[in-house]
C-alpha cells in the first residue's frame, strides 16, 4: 500500500491567483495521477504525471491552466493557475502501485479549494 | 468510452442490516475494478481490488463481487454500523475505445447513511 500527503488540506483564494498543491507519497511510483472533484460530483481525472517527462492531459483540461511537475518517484505538484469560481473544487493526488492486473491505486486526503 | 452507473445514487438503511452496493460498466474489457470509501470532505480509501480474473474479494464485513461479462459488480456490506455511512464508489481500469490499464473511470457513487 502507499501512504499519500497533500499540502495545503485547504485554501480560501481570490480570484485571477494561483495556488500550488503538493503531493508526497510514501514510496517510489511510476505513475501520479491528478483528479478534480467538483461539488456533488464524482472525480475527473486532469491528467497523469509521469516521472521524467511531461505530464499527459485529459481532454478540457490544458498545461497554461493546471502546470503540473514530477521531480522525482515519491513528489508531485499541481498549479491552479488564474482562479476562478468555478475552480472551486477538492483536487485529489493518487498513485498506482502494482503490476499488471493487479494494479491498485492509493489517492491522497484532498486539497479543498475554494476560490472567491 | 467506458462508463460507470452506480445505483441507488443514495441509500439509508437501520444499523445491523446487511446490504448491497451496485455497480455496472459499458465495456466488459476491464483490467481490474476498486471499490472505495470516501467520507465527506476527504480523500478516497481502497476497500478491495477485484481483477478481471477474478469473481470475487473479502475484507473484513466487505465482500464483493464481479461479474465481467454482463458489466457488473456488486459490494456487500454485512451487519452494517453507523461508521460505514459514507460515500462509496466504484471504478473500472480500462475499457472504451483506446481503453488503457492506467486510466480509472469512476462511478458518481452512493451515499450510505447506517442509523443507530
Given at each position: ?14 480570484r ?101 | ?15 445491523g ?13 476491464i483490467?481490474?475494478l ?13 476497500l478491495?481490488?477485484?481483477?478481471s480474473?477474478?469473481?470475487?474479494q ?59
Amino acid at each position: 500500500s502507499a501512504v499519500i500527503s497533500q499540502k495545503p488540506s485547504r485554501d480560501i483564494c481570490q480570484r485571477g491567483t494561483s495556488l500550488t498543491i503538493q503531493c508526497q507519497v510514501d514510496s517510489q511510483v511510476t505513475m501520479m495521477f491528478w483528479y478534480r472533484q467538483q461539488p456533488g460530483q464524482s472525480l475527473t481525472l486532469i491528467a497523469t504525471a509521469n516521472q521524467g517527462s511531461e505530464a499527459t492531459y485529459e481532454s478540457g483540461f490544458v498545461i497554461d491552466k493546471f502546470p503540473i511537475s514530477r521531480p522525482n518517484l515519491t513528489f508531485s505538484t499541481l498549479t491552479v493557475s488564474n482562479m476562478s469560481p468555478e475552480d472551486s473544487s477538492i483536487y485529489l493526488c493518487s498513485a498506482r502501485l502494482g503490476a499488471g492486473g493487479s494494479y491498485e491505486q492509493y489517492f491522497g486526503p484532498g486539497t479543498r479549494l475554494t476560490v472567491t | 468510452k467506458q462508463e460507470v452507473t452506480q445505483i441507488p445514487a443514495a441509500l439509508s438503511v437501520p444499523e445491523g442490516e446487511n446490504l448491497v452496493l451496485n455497480c455496472s460498466f459499458t465495456d466488459s474489457a476491464i483490467y481490474n475494478l476498486q471499490w472505495f470509501r470516501q467520507d465527506p470532505g476527504k480523500g478516497l480509501t481502497s476497500l478491495l481490488l477485484i481483477q478481471s480474473s477474478q469473481r470475487e474479494q473479502t475484507s473484513g464485513r466487505l465482500n464483493a463481487s464481479l461479474d465481467k461479462s454482463s458489466g457488473r459488480s456488486t459490494l456487500y456490506i454485512a451487519a452494517s454500523q453507523p461508521g460505514d455511512s459514507a460515500t462509496y464508489l466504484c471504478a473500472v481500469r480500462g475499457g472504451g475505445s483506446g481503453g488503457s490499464n492506467y486510466k480509472l473511470t469512476f462511478g458518481k457513487g452512493t451515499l450510505l447513511t447506517v442509523n443507530p
